[in-house]
């Protein structure tokens, strides 16, 4: 048996980005975003609202950068998708984060936020609130890289979003091998 909830904007798992751009006067504002992923080989999708103080700098300026939101800086997170930067202009700071400039794109690297990917403006739609952002680097702090060199997801530890319950969940252990897995049943 099935219930049946209608038409709902519920997707496991839904990552929990942290948007963040410049304004014309190179001050940070940062947004909380779910809404978004991978749209294709090099570029990244998300639907931001056009009253966004973080969507008009964006469009102003260009550029944006795209963090994962992580375990440790959850509420910092959260505060960011609560409070509007149109009421609070200092609300990037009053997050508990601080910023260096992107060396790929003219925006802010947040640094409490251990992988950001840094990108450039492609297009938006108003109409859907639809941004296409191009990716030109994806920078990760060495404390989350493994022996291999790779991202570590442990030491990452991004949340997602439940929007059916409105939690916040960690991403779990590894349960298998992609692109391996499925071998088994050949």
């Not at 998708?81 to 009421?87: L, M, Q």
């Not at 992107?102 to 941004?131: G, H, K, R």
Request: proline content about 4%.
């Amino acid at each position: 048996m099935r219930k049946n909830f209608g038409v709902k904007t519920w997707l496991y798992p839904m990552p929990v980005f942290i948007v963040a751009a410049y304004d014309k006067n190179n001050v940070p504002n940062a947004m909380n975003a779910a809404w978004g992923g991978i749209y294709t080989d090099n570029m990244v999708g998300i639907c931001l609202s056009e009253d966004h103080k973080t969507t008009q700098n964006i469009l102003e300026s260009k550029a944006f950068t795209v963090s994962m939101a992580t375990v440790n800086q959850v509420t910092a997170c959260d505060y960011v998708g609560i409070v509007s930067g149109n009421k609070e202009p200092d609300k990037f700071h009053k997050a508990g984060f601080s910023a260096v400039k992107s060396e790929f794109v003219n925006a802010p690297v947040i640094e409490q936020l251990p992988m950001c990917l840094e990108c450039e403006l492609v297009s938006y739609d108003s109409e859907t609130c639809f941004m296409v952002g191009r990716i030109v680097n994806i920078s990760v702090d060495d404390s989350i890289i493994s022996d291999n060199g790779m991202i570590d997801i442990q030491k990452l530890r991004p949340i997602t979003y439940d929007p059916c319950n409105h939690d916040y969940i960690a991403l779990g252990e590894k349960v298998g091998n992609a692109f391996s897995e499925g071998k088994k049943l050949k």
